[in-house]
T-cell receptor, first 112, second 120 residues
Framework: GESVGLHLPTLSVQEGDNSIINCAYSNSASDYFIWYKQESGKGPQFIIDIRSNMDKRQGQRVTVLLNKTVKHLSLQIAATQPGDSAVYFCAENLGGYQKVTFGTGTKLQVIP | GAVVSQHPSWVICKSGTSVKIECRSLDFQATTMFWYRQFPKQSLMLMATSNEGSKATYEQGVEKDKFLINHASLTLSTLTVTSAHPEDSSFYIC????????????????FGPGTRLTVL
């Protein structure tokens, strides 16, 4: 099902530290997951994705972990920088050409 | 990556008027376009899905007669908010999906920059 965010949880992280943003998804049939970054007043920007046949995927400074047993997704950002400050959304997709459903979102604040 | 543009980036209109928002895929053919609405401090909510040349599929609770979607070509979709009211004020975001030479994953959606609508 879809989740609607009424309040954005906020994560405050010191510059240089690692950030971990968590997301719980609801549809066990989802087989494709994406993390997006959205800066204020802009559209979502693709960060990294992962398919359900994987449990970990790494990109540049980012790692996505998928735990299908508990339907949990996380985004790890290494050496967080001020430019990482944004709202991060996880999104799920049933696969094929299905629609993408967005999660609640987490606001990441990087403290210089 | 693929580029999706929206026009206008922001619009202010009077209550009762209609507003048209354009979404264009600039370097690929978008067989499917999606329209989302986002209220402040909330997530993106899918409004409708449109396939080129077909009628749009609206999500539950979205009035199709109020939010008119046209996807007449593989590079352009429009969303018209008819008889806009203050409660329609929101951030409208489109995304496009389609085949693209060199695309790593044809399932990837590319998002536009959004259009801020303010209805007075």
């Amino acid at each position: 099902g879809e989740s609607v965010g009424l309040h954005l949880p906020t994560l405050s992280v010191q510059e240089g530290d690692n950030s971990i943003i968590n997301c719980a998804y609801s549809n066990s049939a989802s087989d494709y997951f994406i993390w997006y970054k959205q800066e204020s007043g802009k559209g979502p920007q693709f960060i990294i994705d992962i398919r359900s046949n994987m449990d970990k995927r790494q990109g540049q400074r980012v790692t996505v972990l998928l735990n299908k047993t508990v339907k949990h997704l996380s985004l790890q950002i290494a050496a967080t920088q001020p430019g990482d400050s944004a709202v991060y959304f996880c999104a799920e997709n049933l696969g094929g050409y299905q629609k993408v459903t967005f999660g609640t979102g987490t606001k990441l604040q990087v403290i210089p | 990556g693929a580029v999706v543009s929206q026009h206008p980036s922001w619009v202010i209109c009077k209550s009762g008027t209609s507003v048209k928002i354009e979404c264009r895929s600039l370097d690929f053919q978008a067989t499917t376009m999606f329209w989302y609405r986002q209220f402040p401090k909330q997530s993106l909510m899918l409004m409708a899905t449109s396939n080129e040349g077909s009628k749009a599929t609206y999500e539950q609770g979205v009035e199709k007669d109020k939010f008119l979607i046209n996807h007449a070509s593989l590079t352009l979709s429009t969303l018209t908010v008819t008889s806009a009211h203050p409660e329609d004020s929101s951030f409208y975001i489109c995304s496009a999906r389609g085949s693209r030479v060199g695309a790593a994953d044809r399932n990837e959606q590319f998002f536009g920059p959004g259009t801020r609508l303010t209805v007075l």
